[in-house]
């Protein structure tokens, strides 16, 4: 089974930008579309971007639309989530998922595996 580590999370300021990566184990990487989802402290975990298998497609929560950018590397068998111009909502623990589900799907039941998940905080 794939496993998933995310990595790049911590602490920034509002405005600021930062890369998140998630490194992917086993074969089949290439073959599964990719999601990226945040878990906010009393909240539900949320859909934050996906990609497809290719790379060729990619759809994004309003909430992140024209400041995230979900992009993956077959050959590393890596996916990145570039944000730019950080909120403080968007303060959260950061998670990568295989997606297992028809491609446009939001909801976390569609994706699986997870990684352990990164802490982003975002400080006004």
């Known amino acids: 089974q794939m496993q998933l580590a995310e990595s790049g999370g911590r602490s920034v300021q509002a405005g600021d930008s930062l890369r998140l990566s998630c490194a992917a184990s086993?074969?089949?990487?290439?073959?599964?579309?990719m999601g990226w989802f945040r878990q906010a402290p009393g909240k539900e975990r949320e859909f934050v971007a996906a990609i497809s298998w290719s790379g060729g497609s990619t759809y994004y929560a309003d909430s992140v639309k024209g400041r995230f950018t979900i992009s993956r590397d077959n050959a590393k068998n890596t996916v990145y989530l570039q944000m730019n111009t950080l909120k403080p909502e968007d303060t959260a623990v950061y998670y990568c998922?295989?997606?297992?589900?028809?491609?446009?799907?939001?909801?976390?039941?569609?994706?699986?595996?997870w990684g352990q998940g990164t802490q982003v905080t975002v400080s006004s």
């Open positions: 998922a295989a997606s297992r589900g028809s491609f446009g799907s939001v909801s976390k039941r569609d994706f699986g595996p």
């Open positions: 086993g074969r089949t990487f290439s073959t599964h579309g």
